[in-house]
């Protein structure tokens, strides 16, 4: 009897260890939600995640999307990320409401809820019932107003192509470039492209072939100005000078093969890996951060790269 006895007790360490086995094996530290990967600067981002988790023995699952505009396909992956129960989830939002719901579950089960790209406003996420610890991002507006410094100097007409009306961070990079341009600067047309690289590339050879004159491109992202490039070069003009944002993998190549003339870099591996460093040490001690925790910017040009002498340049990509 005592010998089935301890046969049952045995069973039930047996049972008890494998279990606990099973649920450290499936637990999940951090989930990241972010956009579409087909974009270089999400690819980025999740390399950066992914690469800094391992790196730090942190265990993370990121989900991406097939398409920026996925509104309901991200909030069924945040639904699923919150049945895995994680310490923290790193989100991106693809607009403002879409994950509203789930954020405020994630806040009720104390799962530290973390912004990346600086997509959410502070305000707006607490009157939705959610705590967000705080955001890793760029200062979009700092972006824009440094895209009006590279161009110190110059004159002539500018061409501006906007991201999609729905983007804070878009509408942030053309108030900061309209706000610090030069005085010899005169905005001709401002056209939103979404994001769109055929778009912005139809803006750009509309608004140039009404306008010959044209002297330079400023687009809220790097996609639309590699479109308005590649229209350029189908109309043999060589003399507007085309500005985006983000230094993603083809604006860098672009910019070395003195197409583009230059692109103010967001750095989102480093993005990517403040977000992953600063979550794991909030989860720690809990210190309470300012909301926005900025990343340094970069722009990016040819002479920037022959110099290949400024410390951010590690992080493009």
């Not at 699952?61 to 129960?85: I, P, T, W």
């Not at 994630?106 to 406003?121: Q, R």
């Not at 003195?258 to 591996?269: D, F, M």
Request: hydrophobic share 40%; proline share 3%; net charge negative.
């Amino acid at each position: 009897m005592m010998q089935l006895k301890q046969s049952f007790l045995g069973l039930l360490s047996v049972a008890f260890v494998m279990s606990g086995g099973i649920a450290k094996a499936d637990q999940v530290d951090i989930i990241a939600l972010i956009s579409d990967t087909s974009n270089p600067y999400w690819k980025t981002t999740e390399d950066g995640l992914e690469n800094t988790a391992k790196e730090m023995g942190i265990k993370i699952n990121v989900y991406s999307l097939q398409n920026a505009a996925d509104s309901e396909g991200q909030l069924n992956q945040c639904e699923a990320a919150l049945l895995k129960n994680p310490k923290a989830i790193i989100f991106s939002p693809v607009d403002s409401v879409n994950l509203g719901s789930c954020l405020r579950k994630a806040t009720e089960k104390k799962i530290v809820l973390v912004d990346i790209d600086g997509n959410i406003d502070e305000n707006r996420v607490k009157e939705m019932g959610s705590d967000v610890a705080f955001s890793v991002g760029s200062n979009n507006y700092e972006i824009g107003k440094k895209a009006a410094e590279y161009l110190d100097g110059q004159t002539g007409k500018v061409l501006i192509i906007e991201g999609p009306s729905s983007s804070p961070n878009g509408l942030f990079r053309v108030q900061g470039f309209q706000e610090n341009m030069g005085k010899g600067l005169t905005v001709i047309a401002s056209q939103p492209a979404d994001w769109d690289r055929l778009k912005a590339a139809d803006i750009t050879s509309s608004v140039v072939t009404k306008n010959p004159d044209l002297s330079i491109v400023f687009a809220a992202n790097d996609t639309m100005a590699l479109g308005a490039v590649e229209a350029l070069r189908a109309l043999n003009i060589n003399s507007v000078k085309v500005i985006g944002i983000d230094g993603t993998v083809d604006a860098v190549q672009s910019i070395k093969e003195g197409r583009l003339t230059a692109s103010v870099a967001q750095l989102p591996y480093l993005m990517a890996k403040e977000a992953i460093k600063k979550t794991d040490a909030f989860l720690k001690d809990r210190k309470a951060l300012p909301f926005r925790q900025y990343v340094p910017i970069l722009t990016l040009d040819q002479a920037v790269f022959e110099r290949n002498d400024d410390p951010l340049l590690q992080y493009v990509r």
